[in-house]
Each structure stands twice: as structure tokens, then as C-alpha cells.
């Protein structure tokens, strides 16, 4: 019936964020509306399937960014399409943050800023491999988007396994892959560090095979965590000029609904990524609210040894469960896989929700966000429930 629509998405489906989410929230508004008095517990939902923050900013930022709203935001007028000052504002942040730099120094040049680092995928892909130029590979499980926004534009995927022991890259099968993938040719690797869902950091073995990559393939480390790992690879893109880190403030910085992401690269990356850019892909709300955070970020990443603190706990509470293996995470959220491969994880996923525990089935496993203090309890109470 749409014949001008391409060929390649009718057979794509629509991501669903939370998957499963939506609908038991129209329950829950529902149970709302009919049974006023239904017991409280019942309606809370933990929310601990997206990785975000567990907490909102606080109060007197969010007055602050009220105040900035009202004051300094001129509604009729098109945001700051060149980003200068909150670029600068990143690279100051980059400097600084998880620990200093001290091999480069990162610019304003360095940086291109993206409606969170999902656009910023879309743009590097369309950067490198749109209209046949090139394919990308991935290595599962691993985060989906990379996959995901390939396909909706055509570019093929190669897909390859993680060992299972620490979910490393099987180097083997990676190198394979890029020999036999001839047309078109592998362009780009996304990798995330740490990983999402499985929590590991790229090992030294796998950091000395992407060095040794050629320069016609572009290196994407996703650093989504990096305020959580206290690891970066931002240094290495002084000597690998095909290397890209991408960042966010989706995650640990809290700012996960006002859409900011950033690449970090050589300025001839950079270049070209500002081709794609839409030139006000950034409302002026989004770059305030980035520009408070990174003006507080020191009092938002307060938290972290808590988090860090908590998801050791956490880890340690689970295993006490024979049905579940538990992987070290160097990120704000743990990843299980169950011990029998009978367990069916969909159920168990819907089982927990029930109950008021929303986490992610993913990748064969289950991935679960580091939340407060009383969410983690509630999570291991509901485990509790499911499992004895
Ligand atoms: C959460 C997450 C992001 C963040 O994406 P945004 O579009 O910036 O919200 C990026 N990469 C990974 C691996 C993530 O888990």
C-alpha cells in the first residue's frame, strides 16, 4: 500500500523502550482511577531497566534551571546552533573527568554534540558506511542501538560472539570477520567500556588488537559509564586518529530527558560529523541544562561511591541464588545469566514486574540498574519470592 516507503523497513520493528513498560503503566493509572485506596505498595514500580540515575537533580538545581528557563531562555528564538560554549564547557569536563588528562588535551574541536549519543550513532554511521560505502560489527551481547539504527539505514551488520568467561572480544572470530566482509567493508566497530548489558572493561589484549586495526576502520568506545568504571580511552585518540569515544549525560550526570550526548575525536572526524549534524539538533533547554550540570558536576558524581558501594551489595546478596550466574560489573548495573538454560527469562522478567521490579531481559540474561538503597532491597526481597 506505501510503495515509496524502503523495502528494508517493513521488516524492521519499531524500538520499544521499555519493553512491556508502557501498557503496565496504563494499568497501574488505571488501578489508580478505579481503586483510590488499593495499597501503595502495589503501584510502585522500580524502574531499573534503563541504568539511569536513581536520583533526580537536586531541588535547588532544578530552581536554578527553573530560573534559567524563565530568565535566560528567549522561547522565539533558534537554539545556540554551533554549541561553543557548552563544547567548551565539555572539554573542560573531558580534562577533568573521570581523572585528568595528562598526554592530550581535549578542544572544543575535539567535539561534536549530539540529541544523546543515540544521534550521534546515526550520524557516524551516516559519516562512514551510508549508500553501500561500508558495514559495521558488533560484538554480543552488547548495546542494541549500534544494530538497531544501522539497519534502519541500510548498512549491514556483522555480529559476532563474546567469550562467554569475562565477555571479551573473541579476537579470532573479530579478525575473521573483517578478512571475509568484503563488500562493503567493515568501516566501524562499536564497543562499549564497560560493556551494557555484561558490565566487563576491554581488556589489555583487546586494547592492543584495536590499536593495531587499520586507520580506514573507525574505532566507536562507547563511555556511557565512565563516571561509574573511573576508566577512559579518551587519551588514546592523540595517537589513533580512527579512534571516537562517545559520551553521555544520560547516565551518570542524570540529565537522561533532556537528550545530550557527545563524540569525542581528531578534528577531521569531527569535521565531518558537523556535515551531518542538523544545525539546531539541541534545544536551548538541553544545552542549559548541560551547562548546569557540568557547572555542578562535582556535587551530581557525589553519589557515585554509594552506587559503586550498593552494587557490590547487591552482587553479593544475589549470589547467594544457585539458579543465577553473576558477572563483576564496573558499571551501574549488574548482568545475571541462569544457571539452568530451562529458566524461562521472559517470565521471570514479567513475574518481577508484577511485583513491582522492572529490569531488562537482554542478551540471554538479565540486567538489573543499580538503584537506592530501597529499591536494591526491594529487588533482592522480590528475587527472594520468584527463586525459594
Ligand atoms: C544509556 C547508553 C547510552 C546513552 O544514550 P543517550 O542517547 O545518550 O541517552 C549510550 N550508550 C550506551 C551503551 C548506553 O548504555
Not at 16 to 38: C, I
Not at 89 to 98: C, D, L, M, R, W
Not at 244 to 265: D, M
Request: proline letters at 6%; hydrophobic letters at 35%; glycine letters at 6%.
Amino acid at each position: 500500500m506505501i510503495g515509496f516507503i524502503r523495502a528494508n523497513l517493513t521488516e524492521l520493528k519499531s524500538y520499544t523502550p521499555h519493553p512491556g513498560g508502557e501498557s503496565n503503566q496504563r494499568k497501574e493509572h488505571q488501578r489508580k482511577e478505579n481503586q483510590r485506596k488499593e495499597n501503595q505498595r502495589k503501584e510502585r514500580i522500580d524502574r531499573l531497566d534503563t541504568n539511569e540515575s536513581p536520583y533526580d537533580l537536586p531541588e535547588e538545581l532544578k530552581a536554578k534551571l527553573a530560573w534559567l528557563y524563565q530568565e535566560a531562555i528567549e522561547n522565539n528564538r533558534y537554539p545556540d546552533g554551533s554549541q561553543q560554549e557548552l563544547k567548551e564547557a565539555i572539554a573542560t569536563y573531558v580534562n577533568q573527568s573521570p581523572f585528568p588528562l595528562t598526554n592530550t588535551t581535549i578542544t572544543a574541536n575535539h567535539l561534536s554534540i549530539g540529541n544523546g549519543s543515540d544521534e550521534l550513532i546515526r550520524t557516524i554511521l551516516i559519516a562512514t558506511c551510508l549508500g553501500g560505502e561500508g558495514a559495521v560489527m558488533v560484538a554480543n551481547p552488547t548495546f542494541s542501538m549500534y544494530g538497531i539504527i544501522a539497519k534502519t539505514l541500510g548498512i549491514p551488520v556483522v555480529e559476532i560472539e563474546r567469550n562467554i568467561q569475562d565477555f571479551s572480544f573473541n579476537l579470532e572470530a573479530a579478525q575473521q570477520a573483517l578478512l571475509e566482509q568484503k563488500s562493503p567493508p567493515i568501516r566501524v566497530i562499536f564497543l562499549v567500556h564497560p560493556n551494557s548489558p555484561t558490565g566487563n572493561l576491554i581488556q589489555e589484549k583487546e586494547l592492543n588488537w584495536l590499536r593495531s586495526l587499520p586507520s580506514d576502520i573507525l574505532v566507536v568506545i562507547d563511555e556511557a559509564y565512565c563516571e561509574y568504571s573511573q576508566t577512559t580511552l579518551v587519551g588514546e585518540i592523540a595517537t589513533h586518529p580512527n579512534w571516537l569515544i562517545l559520551r553521555t549525560f544520560s547516565k551518570a550526570l542524570r540529565l537522561a530527558s533532556h537528550r545530550v550526548g557527545y563524540g569525542i575525536a581528531h578534528p577531521q572526524i569531527i569535521t565531518a560529523l558537523e556535515k551531518v549534524r542538523l544545525p539546531y539538533n539541541l534545544p536551548s533547554f538541553s544545552q542549559t541544562a548541560a551547562l548546569v550540570a557540568l557547572n555542578h558536576y562535582h556535587q551530581l558524581l557525589a553519589v557515585i561511591p554509594e552506587i559503586i558501594t550498593a552494587r557490590e551489595k547487591i552482587t553479593t546478596d544475589l549470589s547467594q541464588f544457585p539458579q543465577f550466574r553473576i558477572w563483576p560489573s564496573a558499571a551501574n548495573f549488574i548482568y545475571l545469566r541462569p544457571q539452568n538454560p530451562h529458566l524461562d527469562l521472559a517470565e521471570f522478567t514479567a513475574k518481577l514486574k508484577a511485583k513491582g521490579t522492572l529490569i531488562r531481559h537482554t542478551g540471554g540474561g538479565l540486567r538489573i540498574t543499580v538503584g537506592t538503597e530501597a529499591e536494591n532491597h526491594r529487588t533482592l526481597a522480590n528475587f527472594g519470592d520468584l527463586l525459594s
